[in-house]
């Protein structure tokens, strides 16, 4: 079962836009959220996070939004920029204190055109 | 902080040979976890060592699998008799364990491919 669900498999923004990236999740347990970047042939890059306390965490041009009563995130991007062009992953932990091990979504990949 | 390593980047070998991949986590970071990634998904969780400690492994370890952690710093993931299916990106990562909520940190990944 995929506790972790990012149903949109690709993106594509203009430049300067802003890039919208959604996560929805099934198991209220999960209390920690993180956005991870990847780009081809490398790891996952870590982006920002999101404790489930919070309904907002912002970094720069990064902003993640939790709602828990939709069991839903979202990563905004603003503005996008070309080299944001990427596979973006959502990211939960059940219990940090217990391993902290990543359930991943499926990923979406970003296009951002000139 | 010189980051995650891991070794080989790349595999190529027959079915039904063995593989070992290496990973050196970052310095001082006592968690350590292996994930392995098919195309198309996201990083699947595999096993976690905390310290020299294996504390949690996945159904998705076969018992063709194992992974050490000897002295508490590199981790091996070893593949006996592997199979097509283990064609796969395998993917480490580690972590500080007593500073609250830290994030985990990747290296590039080992790609396995089965001919």
């Known amino acids: 079962d995929q506790q972790v669900k990012q149903n949109s498999p690709s993106l594509s923004v203009q430049e300067g836009r802003i890039s919208i990236l959604n996560c929805d999740y099934t198991?209220?347990?999960?209390?920690?959220f993180l956005w991870y970047k990847k780009y081809p042939a490398e790891g996952p890059t870590f982006l920002i996070s999101?404790?489930?306390?919070?309904d907002k965490n912002e970094d720069g041009r990064f902003t993640v939004f939790l709602n828990k009563s939709a069991k839903h995130l979202s990563l905004h991007i603003v503005p996008s920029q070309p080299g944001d062009s990427a596979v973006y992953f959502c990211?939960?932990?059940?219990?940090?204190?217990?391993?902290?091990?990543?359930?991943f979504g499926q990923g979406t990949e970003l296009s951002v055109k000139p | 902080d010189t980051g995650v390593s891991q070794d080989p980047r790349h595999k190529i070998t027959k079915r039904g040979q063995n593989v070992t991949f290496r990973c050196d986590p970052i310095?001082?970071?006592?968690?350590l976890y292996w994930y392995r990634q098919t195309l198309g998904q996201g990083p699947e969780f595999l096993t976690y060592f905390q310290n020299e400690a294996q504390l949690e492994k996945s159904r998705l370890l076969s018992d063709r699998f194992s992974a050490e952690r000897p002295k508490g710093s590199f981790s091996t993931l070893e593949i006996q008799r592997t199979e097509q299916g283990d064609s796969a990106m395998y993917l480490c990562a580690s972590s500080p364990a007593d500073r609250g909520h830290q994030p985990q940190h990747f290296g590039d990944g080992t790609r396995l491919s089965i001919l």
């Open positions: 198991n209220s347990m999960f209390d920690y």
């Open positions: 310095s001082e970071h006592n968690r």
């Open positions: 990211a939960a932990i059940e219990d940090y204190n217990q391993g902290g091990k990543l359930i």
């Open positions: 999101i404790s489930s306390i919070k």
